[in-house]
């Protein structure tokens, strides 16, 4: 029987972001696979216990199932490379640019990768007129989508269709959040791609019952989000959308898995965001686009597993 490079893990899950019922999901489905696989597995919730009080002695590492904030913005990462225990996924720098849309938004553009227009809000300009200015000068029509810079799961995400919506929309969501983005709505296509340890796994199109893919669409069943796997799109765009997630993957240096959100929209494909920490549930669409490429789900946690390392 081949030596495993790692024995002792500890699944990190929980947390306190508004994603903490996702990554509990994520977190015990990761937990069952790798003891299928024979790892020793323990469990630690940032919740109720700090993450520095992780026993460095009793673990060899530790498998990152958090989701949001503090899990996926480079604040959990500090902490293992600080304790300089190996981890899963992305690094911290990485996993904050990606956090961050409006970071990760201009690396996309400055690869050339297509994303949608934008523009960043928060209480000194959130006046109608320089909202209307923007409109005009960037040749964007409602609607419009208004959405939190540094949150997931589409937390926060909201469609304005009418002008005279916009404002207050968008004073609602600057209540909870310092800074918001106004971005130009994508028809289309919904498609995600999955990389896994620098190399495309494959696309996976969503059909959305609800207004769009949102947190209900994304994770209750009665929501009734159809997945069709693979895409409905041509072999020459499959493979480009493919080629675009690996790139943007590898120039936001990501590590591990990640999963890229596109529209594909009159025959191009706009990058929305890339998810350095994507689910893990059975509804999650990493899993669903790994089993069709003859990936288990046990031998999938156990593929992301064996790359964690320190300094990433």
Known sequence: MKKKKYKRVVVVLGGASGERAVSLNSGKACIRALRKKNYIVSELDPKYKNLNLINKLSIDV???????????????????????????????ISSYNCMNKVISKKIFTKHKILTPKYYLINKDNLRNKLL?????????????????VDEGSSLGVKIVNKFKDLSKSAQLLLRKYNEILLEEYIGGQEIQAAVLNNKSLGAIELIPKRSFYDYKAKYYSSAKTKHIMPARITKKNYKKVLNIANKAHKVLNCKGVTRADFKFFKNKFYLLEINTQPGMTNLSLVPEIASYCGISFPNLIEKILLDASINR
């Open 132 to 148: 209307r200015k923007f409109l005009i000068k960037k040749k964007i029509k409602l609607p419009v989508v208004l959405k939190p």
């Open 62 to 92: 530790i498998f990152n199932a958090l989701h949001g904030k503090d899990g996926e913005d480079g604040v959990a990462q500090s902490y293992f490379e600080y304790m300089g225990i190996p981890y899963t996924h992305s690094g911290v």
